[in-house]
Every structure is written in C-alpha cells, then in structure tokens.
C-alpha cells in the first residue's frame, strides 16, 4: 500500500508561481512512477505530467509544456511540481498519483494509476 500527500496549493495571483509537493510513504513507494492530475470544477480530471521514479523520464501534457516542471528528491520521496506563469484556467484542484510503470502511466491514463492523493487546492486570481 502506497499513501500520496500533497500540499503546497493556495491563493495566488496570474502570472505567479507555486510549486507543490507530493510525499510519498508504504512499501515499494519507491518503484512507482507518479504523475500529477489536475480537476477543475465540473471538467473532467487532466493529466499534467509524470516522473518515472528510478529512471529520470518526465513526460507533459502538451498544454502544460514550458510553464510546468515536475521533478524528484528520491531521499525524501518527493516529488514537485512547480508551476510558472499562472493563469486562471490552471485553477483546480492537483492530485498526485502513483503506478508501476507502464504504457498507460507514461501517457497519462487514470486507469493507470493505483494510488492517488487527497488532492490540493490551486486557485488562480486574474
């Protein structure tokens, strides 16, 4: 069993930047790829990106290159992602997720993913 916390989400303002954070804990936490997903209110759940947690992969989502990075500190079972250049349309809440590595985690499939976070609240002001 893998438990995902994120934190990091608040208020700020177009144009800032936030960088969250997702601590992940539980056996074989350390062999999951993770990947951030955002929901925004009535849509549906987004992917943003994913780190493949033994090997340095990253892919994005095609909106989100350039003003997003995610990142790892495997000491601290960590991973970031920081966030640039904020609009409005980035609001919602961030969850982050794990799952062995595969086709669909890469590519940014829900179905992929076993574990996920409670989520944090990113809201962007214009």
């Known amino acids: 069993q893998v438990q995902l916390v994120e934190s990091g989400g608040g208020l700020v303002q177009a144009g800032d930047s936030l960088k969250l954070s997702c601590v992940a804990s539980g056996r074989g936490s350390s062999s999951y790829a993770v990947g951030w997903f955002r929901q925004a209110p009535g849509k549906q759940r987004e992917f943003v990106a994913v780190?493949?947690?033994?090997?340095?992969?990253?892919h994005y989502a095609d909106s989100m290159k350039g003003r997003f990075t995610i990142s790892r500190d495997n000491a601290k079972n960590t991973v970031y992602l920081q966030m640039n250049s904020l609009n409005p349309e980035d609001t919602g809440v961030y969850y982050c997720?794990?799952?062995?590595?595969?086709?669909?985690?890469?590519?940014?499939?829900?179905?992929?993913?076993?574990?996920w976070g409670q989520g944090t609240q990113v809201t962007v002001s214009s």
């Open positions: 780190i493949n947690w033994r090997v340095s992969m990253t």
């Open positions: 997720a794990a799952g062995v590595f595969s086709r669909a985690v890469a590519s940014g499939q829900p179905r992929g993913y076993d574990y």
